[in-house]
């Protein structure tokens, strides 16, 4: 009778450190797939859902881009709008869609970089099934970002090239 129980708060034991160090894992998995800090959401008005915006690198004098790691729910992205100096989209994360207006849309895979260029008005967002995290280094030597009207549901939907 007093091995039995032995054995049994052995095997307890044995199963609590292997649940835990399951538990351990996962955590590091989770760190392991953010990169970057998630950061704040953006509540500018120029973003259509939920997109949180962690600022990496604050433009200055010297070198004159912005960095950002931008996390787009699925469905979600920005309105029409266009840099002045243009920027550089590199996908970190899952899948999303990038539209220059007058093209069609393409989809941006984890691993693409995507080169907009000075003054085309365009958007980037999450596919409807996929969140999509990128870095955007926007150069700032000639302005700020404008900022133009919404994604239509039916642009956003619209064809892929
Ligand atoms: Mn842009």
């Known amino acids: 009778m007093k091995h039995t129980i032995k ?6 034991i044995f199963l609590f ?11 590091t998995k989770q760190q392991n797939a953010l990169i970057f800090p998630k950061g704040e959401k953006i509540t500018n008005g120029n973003f259509i859902g ?4 962690s600022a990496l690198v604050q433009p200055d004098s010297l070198n004159q881009n912005a960095i ?22 590199l996908a ?31 958007w980037h967002g999450a596919s409807v099934n996929s969140t999509f995290i990128q870095l ?10 404008i900022w133009l009207e919404a994604v239509t549901d039916e642009e956003y939907n619209g064809g892929l090239k």
């Not at 450190?17 to 955590?27: L, P």
């Not at 939920?50 to 915006?53: C, Q, R, T």
């Not at 790691?69 to 029409?80: C, I, L, N, Q």
């Open 7 to 12: 054995c049994l708060l052995v095997f307890a």
């Open 17 to 27: 450190q292997a649940c835990s160090n399951n538990q351990k894992m996962e955590d």
């Open 50 to 53: 939920d997109v949180w915006l």
């Open 68 to 89: 950002g790691s931008v996390t787009f729910e699925p469905g979600t992205r920005t309105k029409w709008h266009s840099h002045p100096a243009g920027q550089i989209i």
């Open 92 to 122: 970190l994360e899952g899948e999303g869609y990038y539209q220059e207006k007058g093209s069609p849309k393409v989809i941006v895979r984890k691993g693409d970089a995507v080169k907009c260029p000075p003054d085309i008005p365009h």
């Open 136 to 145: 955007a280094i926007t150069g700032r030597e000639k302005g700020e970002t």
